[in-house]
């Protein structure tokens, strides 16, 4: 029975490399996938592009390719990345240069578009599409002139094109998280668009892989101190089957572990409805999966089952949302906590008597309860050695942002006894809102397109 390995190679913008190239080097994979994007991803990624319209991609796209390419070429690895974030074309002619300048004559870089919607709005809009913030009940009509980005969820099908088409790198904009890792098995195996219960394994390897080094006992919440090698971490690999058998391992020689706690962290990651995990490939249901040790480091993974796709893709509009202004002091023992708290209702009073406009405040005491909150227990005051308080606020003006974060320095001789340190006083920084709709299916795949380049 034919069998396909494929590699994660990022977890996120900015995750290391390094262990990538051990997949490459001793992994046997035939595939490398990397999953760049989060939310937040996109607004820095827009960011960018509002400074040099040039950009909008993985600033690290070229420094990843530089590494990846002299590896993954001479072993006929084919690389899937969605590190296009808002400008795919942009990533691919740097993957493009990347390739000239390495002597790589003849590599086939495809680049997918589509995903991007922020000139359709009021098309999609007049369609019936609502895009509205589930949290601050903000509508589209509210927030038009501060969109920075939209973006609809694209799944496996354009990348499976693109393979088909001979890409030996695959560039997207943004897609599902497991798209870059289940295409290659659809293009492998030929698996139909309803067969559901396949298509579900290779969404349910991507969702393994998606994280790095999560599944392969980084960020392990069991017993952690058991996990060897950290420092030279291997990320997981999925090795599947054309009759969807799917066992995660990891390359031989590398650090970590591979086992059904490290294998089930990662399974219910992020998962709302093990039921029903919606994708734009298929409805997945994890309900009745079954992880069994398969050897060391190798686990296998079954009872994984599939339905019918929704007809609908989730869109994501960010917009500005406000300012946050914050800063961060430190006070030390006797009486930590009491003094940090005391700033904290001197900071608050001062905000009141100058005016400073707060949609929210947040109060945090590192060391205490910046993690937990309210449900962090009360600590005995003589077993506190030091409290940083750390504020910040949400407030529509920047100037509110930055007076506030002016009014820390002065506590340092006009507040409780101080001889901690001022951890910081931040410029205003702009902060980032969603709003969410779902699109019909009909609205988006006709505009997704799937091109060729050479280099030559």
Request: charged letters at 25%; aromatic letters at 6%.
């Amino acid at each position: 029975m034919r069998r396909v390995r494929i590699g994660a190679g990022m977890g996120f913008y900015g995750d290391s490399i390094l262990p990538a190239l051990e997949t490459l080097r001793r992994g046997q994979v035939q595939y490398l996938a990397m999953d760049h994007l989060a939310e937040l991803t996109l607004a820095i990624l827009q960011k960018d592009r509002q400074r040099d319209p040039t950009l909008g991609y993985t600033r690290d796209m070229g420094e990843v390719m530089g590494r990846l390419l002299p590896e993954a070429v001479p072993r006929g690895v084919r690389l899937i990345t969605n590190g296009g974030g808002i400008n795919p074309p942009g990533a691919a002619r740097e993957v493009l240069r990347v390739a000239r300048e390495l002597g790589l004559e003849g590599l086939r870089v495809a680049v997918v578009t589509g995903d991007g919607i922020g000139d359709r709005l009021e098309e999609l809009e007049a369609a019936g599409v609502r895009f509205a913030d589930p949290e601050r009940g903000r509508t589209l009509a509210e927030v038009r002139d501060r969109v920075l980005f939209a973006s609809v969820y694209l799944g496996a099908g354009p990348i499976v094109r693109a393979l088909q088409m001979g890409a030996d790198v695959v560039v997207t904009g943004r897609t599902t998280d497991t798209a870059p890792f289940a295409a290659p098995l659809i293009h492998k195996f030929g698996w139909a668009p309803d067969d559901w219960d396949r298509l579900a394994v290779g969404i349910v390897a991507g969702h393994l892989l998606e994280c790095s080094g999560q599944a392969t006992g980084g960020n392990f919440s069991g017993r952690w101190w058991e996990v060897e090698g950290l420092d030279r971490i291997g990320y997981p690999i999925a090795e599947v089957d054309e009759g969807g058998g799917l066992v995660i391992t990891k390359a031989e020689g590398t650090g970590g572990l591979v086992t059904v706690d490290t294998v089930k962290e990662q399974l219910l990651y992020e998962i709302h409805d093990p039921a029903q995990y919606l994708t734009p490939d298929v409805t997945v249901d994890l309900s009745q999966v079954r992880l069994q040790p398969a050897g060391p480091d190798r686990v296998r993974v079954s009872g994984i089952r599939g339905r019918p796709a929704p007809p609908t893709l989730k869109a994501l509009v960010g917009y500005e949302a406000g300012w946050a202004g914050e800063g961060m002091m430190g006070f030390s023992w006797p009486d930590a906590l009491p003094k940090a708290r005391r700033a904290a209702a001197i900071l608050q009073a001062q905000m009141a008597r100058l005016g400073i406009e707060a949609e929210e405040v947040h109060v945090a005491y590192l060391g205490y309860d910046s993690l937990h909150g309210p449900t962090a227990p009360e600590p005995d005051p003589d077993q506190v050695n030091e409290v940083f308080l750390r504020m910040a606020i949400r407030t529509q003006r920047a100037e509110d942002a930055a007076r506030f974060a002016r009014l820390f320095p002065p506590l340092a001789l006009s507040g409780p006894p101080f001889i901690g340190g001022l951890g910081g006083v931040s410029r205003p920084r702009q902060l980032l809102g969603f709003l969410t709709g779902l699109v019909p299916r009909d609205l988006i795949e006709p505009h997704v397109r799937v091109e060729l380049w050479e280099v030559g």
